[in-house]
């Protein structure tokens, strides 16, 4: 063993992971999530908010559905989506709305766009408030 500046000089060396020579250790292959390809805005948005009583309300409202559904879509939680770069595309054309019911049609579309989560055929009702919702949310 050599602490510091030095030099060794070995014969026969291997190394082994688990009792395997390196060289016969398979390598793992990380899987490429669609979402890491998706690199639209790794340089910033240019995205300018003016904010305004319609502008606050439509922000609440996107912040809401884009944050439930980064944490609970299928499709966005197995990496299929870049999430925050989908929400950089839809802001510009909720903050572009000239009404509520503009910017909630937008907010629609742009969820419909997702693929339908799969039925869940095992799942229990419930009597006891289990839908739980946002306090002075606009949509919910």
């Not at 979402?35 to 609440?60: C, K, P, V, W, Y």
């Not at 766009?113 to 839908?131: E, F, G, H, R």
Request: include cysteine; hydrophobic fraction near 40%.
């Amino acid at each position: 063993m050599l602490i510091g500046d030095g030099t060794v000089w070995v014969d026969d060396l291997s190394v082994q992971i688990d009792s395997k020579d390196l060289g016969k250790v398979p390598h793992k292959i990380e899987k490429i999530y669609a979402a890491t390809l998706d690199t639209a805005f790794n340089n910033g948005s240019g995205i300018s908010i003016q904010l305004n009583d319609q502008n606050i309300e439509a922000l609440t409202a996107l912040g809401q559905v884009w944050g439930f559904l980064k944490y609970y879509h299928p499709a966005v939680a197995a990496g299929n989506y870049n999430w925050d770069a989908e929400l950089m595309r839809i802001l510009p054309v909720v903050l572009a709305a000239k009404s509520k019911n503009e910017w909630l049609l937008s907010l629609e579309r742009w969820v419909d766009k997702l693929p339908a989560p799969p039925v869940c055929y095992n799942c229990t009702v419930t009597n006891d408030n289990s839908i739980k919702r946002f306090p002075n949310s606009p949509i919910f």
